[in-house]
């Protein structure tokens, strides 16, 4: 069973938003418990981290999405959310969710992206 599964991707003009969810596999591992990441992979780069929220809802941005990204949590759902506003083309990737340390199996991702 795959870990994660990541949903919300699409085509948007820059300037717009969309909205990823990344649906955790309950049988994994404690979702709650747990520190989960969105990462971003573009043609022809290596695989970036996005942003991170912690068991305790604390956030953490990379320097190119801080203020126009939002990641959130529901534990209840098992699932984490990536707001994204402001979309720029360079934002234009496929997006994954994962945890930061004790890596599991990546998904499909979702792909996102920004036309100009």
């Known amino acids: 069973q795959v870990p994660f599964v990541e949903s919300g991707g699409g085509l948007v003009q820059a300037g717009g938003s969309l909205r990823l969810s990344c649906v955790a596999s309950?049988?994994?591992?404690?979702?709650?418990?747990?520190?989960i990441g969105w990462y971003r992979q573009a043609p022809g780069k290596q695989r970036e981290w996005v942003a991170s929220i912690s068991s305790y809802s604390t956030t953490g941005y990379a320097a190119s999405v801080k203020g126009r990204f939002t990641i959130s949590r529901d534990n209840a759902k098992n699932t984490v959310y990536l707001q994204m506003n402001s979309l720029k083309p360079d934002d234009t990737a496929v997006y994954y969710c994962n945890r930061p340390t004790a890596t599991l199996s990546w998904g499909q991702g979702t792909q996102v992206t920004v036309s100009s």
């Open positions: 309950g049988s994994t591992f404690t979702f709650s418990s747990n520190t």
